[in-house]
């Protein structure tokens, strides 16, 4: 059993997410909540020293990680609202799927309020993704392209239900899917954190990456001078958001995985033998 394995009951819930992540991957969202540790006016100053501490040892305790969670959802209402719910409902603040929707009305993503939270977090990942592409040029988009194993830009529009676990949809949609989460959530945190992390999935396009940041940070840079997101709140719920979709897809495709034992390529979830050499695939 995988320390994963918790998120195939319930593979949208953010505290799951948070239970079994790396602590690497919880390092950057305590960095966007603390702004790098300096703090932030809306942030208690004891949330603050606790999860500073945290990501400079690397350590989170379960208390931490439900801090982290806390402080994301609070940061995702605004002040009004959060009294109100204070006074009319059980809860606080907002739930993060309504966090989710927000941040993608606000980044203009095509979604409905019906969808699935993973392709909602999905869909502002590919709105960052195409305003980057829209901004390279023919080469640096071809370039892209065949890295990411796809045929033209509308194929991500087939990156959808299923595609985050990696289960349903075919191995290079998944994987395209996932590279595409690990580049964006990699150019957020270069842009917001000075500090670019290494990602988890297996893109061997290191030229597209390198071609992609750029736009990339434009692209999210563009996207706090639009109307309504240049609030504080937004500069930690669109990087948060970005990251936890990130951690999501990372640790499904884990756990989906099904590399062959001998040349290791990456094989449809119920292959018996390996695309590429034909060796038996080990029943997991």
Known sequence: MSKYTPLLAKPSDLTTVLNVADAEDLCVLADYITDNGEGRLSL?????????????????????????AKEILLFGGNTIANIYRSLFSSSDTISYSELVQDVAKKASAQFSESDPL????????IRIFKQAFEKMSEAERKR???????TSIATLRS?????VAGATVSTALSMASLNIATMVASAVSSQMLGRAFVGGAAFAGSRSAAALAGPIGIAVATLWTLADLSSPAYRVTLPCVVQVAYMRQKYLAALHSNK????STENIPNAKFCSECGTPMAKV
């Open 44 to 68: 208690d100053s004891d949330a603050n020293k606790k999860l500073a501490g945290c990501s400079k040892h690397k350590v989170f305790a379960q208390a931490d990680r439900n801090l982290i």
């Open 118 to 125: 993973q392709d909602i977090e999905q869909a502002i990942l």
């Open 144 to 150: 892209v392209l065949d890295d990411l194993g796809i």
């Open 159 to 163: 990156i959808g239900r299923g595609s």
């Open 260 to 263: 062959c034992p001998s040349c």
